[in-house]
Structures are given as structure tokens and as C-alpha cells.
């Protein structure tokens, strides 16, 4: 199993700037991307970044801006999620890098709407390769999640 990093991992190595605590209730983006090469395997985990504490997540899009399975008959699909909950989001997603140009999923696995982070601790966010591209391609996978932070009782944040 390979790890790859986005940037916002290794530049940042907390959450993206301009997010964290501030007025409950404005949106902020977890938004990376980061390269995947043509060697990308079943359970190779892709990191783009920190969700944190007291964060609601709203909304988790995928996308790619090139075709990362160029068969007639493409089998690669992701999970998106959290360390220890892979799927939180996407499970085993086949609509991303299945044909030429930018292609993407926006949907949510019901588990994870508007899952909250009540663990005290920022989270790292992850793609999961769940099943490997029949003709695999390298290229570029996006991610852009959605939350908003809601303060703790008595913060004067």
C-alpha cells in the first residue's frame, strides 16, 4: 500500500489556510489536489488535508481533470473518508476518471451527511483506491469538502 500527499499535507501539515474557528455557519473548503501515477493500486490511500474540530461537513466532491482508467470497460473506483472510516463519504465511487476530460461525483454516502468531527482533534481526509484501473493513467485527482466550524459553548473564537 502507497501513500501520496496533496500539498496541503505536507505545506500545511494542520488544515488549509483560512479555515479553522471563526463565525459558525460560513463555509469554508478543505480543497487539494494531488498527483496519482499510473502505479496507483487497490488500498493506496490519497491524503489531502485536516478536517477540523468541531467542523460539519456539507458537502465532498471528487474530480478529476483527465482519464485515470482509459479501458472500454474502466473498473476504477474510490472511497472517501476519514483514517478508520474510508468510506465516510464516497464508497466505492466509478464515476471519476472513467473518460477523457474533467469528470467528477458530488454525491454523498447517506452515513456521512453533515457528519460532524466531536473528536476534539483535526482529521485527516483520505481517497482510498478501492478497486485498480483496468488500464491504469496518471493524472490528477481533486477533492473539494465543504464544512462549516461550530464553536465550542463559551469560545470567543
Excluded: R
Aim: with cysteine; aromatic share 8%.
Amino acid at each position: 500500500m502507497a501513500t501520496y500527499q496533496a500539498p496541503n499535507v505536507t505545506t500545511y501539515g494542520y488544515q488549509p489556510p483560512g479555515t479553522g474557528h471563526g463565525e459558525a455557519g460560513v463555509t469554508q473548503h478543505l480543497h487539494a489536489k494531488c498527483f496519482v501515477p499510473a502505479t496507483l493500486a487497490a488500498n493506496d490511500v490519497i491524503q489531502f488535508g485536516y478536517l477540523p474540530a468541531n467542523a460539519i461537513v456539507t458537502g465532498v466532491t471528487l474530480v478529476t481533470d483527465s482519464q485515470l482508467d482509459s479501458n472500454g470497460s474502466p473498473t476504477l473506483a474510490f472511497d472517501v473518508g476519514i483514517v478508520g472510516t474510508t468510506q465516510l463519504w464516497k464508497a466505492a465511487v466509478t464515476t471519476v476518471g472513467h473518460a477523457a476530460g474533467v469528470t467528477g461525483d458530488a454525491t454523498m454516502a447517506s452515513a456521512g451527511l453533515l457528519y460532524k468531527n466531536t473528536t476534539g482533534a483535526k482529521l485527516l481526509v483520505e481517497a482510498t483506491c478501492h478497486t485498480v484501473a483496468a488500464t491504469p493513467v496518471a493524472g490528477t485527482l481533486e477533492l473539494d469538502l465543504s464544512y462549516f466550524v461550530e464553536d465550542t459553548p463559551g469560545s470567543q473564537a
